[in-house]
């Protein structure tokens, strides 16, 4: 049994990214496949399974130790469970509004910038995503 946690962090990572590609596939196409909403979902997804397996090759092939230190794992759960929250307040919440509290709690919970410039930055982020995708790529949001 492989005890190294390299290898159940590639091995969740492949099967997360393989989930996703499922997930993607279960978006309806009502026109033409790429101009629907399965299109870009499907091929992320589908890069993130390819990666995924590059990563792990490219570790197990160079059989290097890896060192965790408790504070990065806190760090990636951390995150990752907000990008979890986020996904499950997007139907409740409108986006721009689910989009300034997951961006401006992100840049508190790594401690990069103060409250005021944390929301500033998160306020000026979720205008200009409105902005573009509403106005140019003409794509309504949930």
Not at 57 to 70: A, P, R
Not at 73 to 80: D, K, L, N, Q, V
Request: include cysteine.
């Amino acid at each position: 049994m492989i005890k190294s946690p390299a290898f159940y962090f590639y091995i969740g990572w492949i099967a997360v990214s393989i989930l996703f590609v499922t997930q993607a596939m279960r978006i309806p196409v009502y026109d033409e496949f790429l101009s629907s909403g399965r299109f870009l979902p499907l091929v992320l997804s589908f890069l993130m399974v390819v990666f995924s397996c590059i990563l792990a090759y490219q570790h197990f092939k160079s059989l290097e130790d890896v060192t965790y230190e408790l504070s990065n794992s806190f760090y990636f759960f951390g995150f990752i469970s907000l990008v979890f929250v986020y996904i499950i307040l997007i139907p409740y919440v409108p986006f721009s509004i689910a989009t300034l509290l997951f961006l401006c709690i992100s840049f508190l919970f790594f401690r990069t910038l103060s409250i005021w410039k944390s929301f500033l930055l998160s306020l000026g982020l979720v205008v200009v995503i409105v902005f573009v995708f509403q106005t140019v790529f003409q794509i309504v949001f949930p």
